[in-house]
């Protein structure tokens, strides 16, 4: 029988291929990451903010990017930019259509961002679910609703029975007044009247000059600007919002939820669709179509920022707040899972609105 030629490789040989295949690949796979890398080298990342300057959205803002631009690699330069108009509109529809998806360009905006896009808001042309989101450093929040001892409206009964309570707020719309619209509804006033055109250190003094009954302040302000307030006992809590559900300031644990006061299905998922807008915070977001390599370095810095041991006292620093942070993908699910039904938009929409208060 004449010679064959074998056609196997002998396993040694076989090996030695594998492993510079191997090789080869991982090489190339270091080298794409180590160029996105290189890509923000000596770049320059324009954060848009959706709001003034010097306001609490500029202060978050600052407070987070202070501390990111450190874990980018590339060390880029980070600059802030104002686009303040319609609520800040102006700069998620800029992000969403004018932005370069390169990821030099990323938006921060307060929980209107996604408020306006669900609720069906003039103006809004940019679509929520195709954003990536970085995250958001405030989330958490304990929303009280107070009156004056003065008042007299020192129990439920007597709030409820009461006509025309006076309930301090700052604008039509503005997150304050749209919370004590909340509240009243549950709790089921008679008729409250809503005094607009404060700032919130101007909504303490209205109560303290007897210019308005009542207010909605978070806990965390209550302790800062008015713990006096609570130890004097110059204050009747009534009711609180816990966002998010179940975790409460243990300064204020024996407050009744507002979630107790709710009797419908629709009441509830009005609960649920507030809680999604406040857990949103300030979110930091991407244009669609950032490549996916640029776009996991900037999340990948931003869930280090969440993580570093000094991020909480340097955002507790410039905003005087404390950090709540909220990680990209716990912030996308919130978002994903928001009531959107139309008759849930229609009732907030109502209670965001100046109209007399809808019936139950």
Request: charged residues 25%; proline residues 6%.
């Amino acid at each position: 029988m004449g010679s064959t030629v074998s056609r196997y490789m002998p396993v040694d040989s076989m090996k030695t291929i594998v492993a510079a295949a191997v090789l080869v690949f991982l090489n190339l796979g270091a080298e794409g990451t180590f160029a996105q890398t290189l890509f923000f080298q000596d770049k320059t990342i324009t954060v848009i903010l959706g709001g003034p300057p010097a306001g609490s959205a500029d202060l978050r803002t600052r407070a987070v990017i202070n501390m990111w631009r450190r874990h980018i690699p590339g060390n880029p330069t980070v600059v802030m930019q104002y686009m303040a108009a319609g609520g800040g509109r102006q700069a998620a529809n800029h992000i969403y259509k004018v932005a370069k998806p390169d990821g030099l360009t990323i938006g921060s905006m307060g929980a209107a961002l996604v408020a306006n896009a669900v609720l069906g808001e003039p103006g809004v042309q940019y679509d929520i679910d195709k954003f990536t989101y970085l995250g958001t450093p405030d989330s958490a929040q304990q929303y009280l609703f107070i009156t004056h001892r003065d008042a007299g409206l020192t129990n439920l009964e007597k709030l409820r029975a009461t006509p025309s309570v006076r309930i301090g707020a700052q604008s039509v719309g503005h997150p304050i007044y749209i919370t004590g619209r909340l509240f009243a509804y549950l709790i089921g006033m008679k008729e409250p009247k809503f005094v607009v055109g404060f700032t919130g250190p101007e909504i303490d003094i209205a109560l303290a000059r007897r210019e308005a009954d009542a207010r909605v302040n978070t806990g965390d302000s209550m302790l800062r600007r008015n713990r006096d307030w609570l130890e004097k006992g110059l204050v009747d809590i009534h009711a609180s919002i816990e966002i998010p559900k179940g975790e409460r300031h243990p300064r204020f644990t024996q407050v009744p939820d507002l979630e107790t006061f709710a009797k419908a299905d629709r009441e509830k998922k009005i609960l649920d669709m507030f809680r999604a807008f406040r857990l949103a915070g300030q979110n930091f977001f991407l244009p669609p179509g950032v490549p996916k390599e640029r776009a996991q370095i900037l999340l990948d810095a931003m869930r280090k920022t969440f993580s570093d041991p000094e991020f909480s006292k340097e955002y507790h620093k410039i905003s005087g707040e404390t950090a709540t942070p909220l990680t990209a993908e716990a912030l996308e699910k919130v978002i994903r899972e928001l009531p959107r039904d139309a008759a849930v938009v229609e009732l907030f929409n109502k209670l965001a609105g100046a109209d007399s208060l809808p019936a139950r």
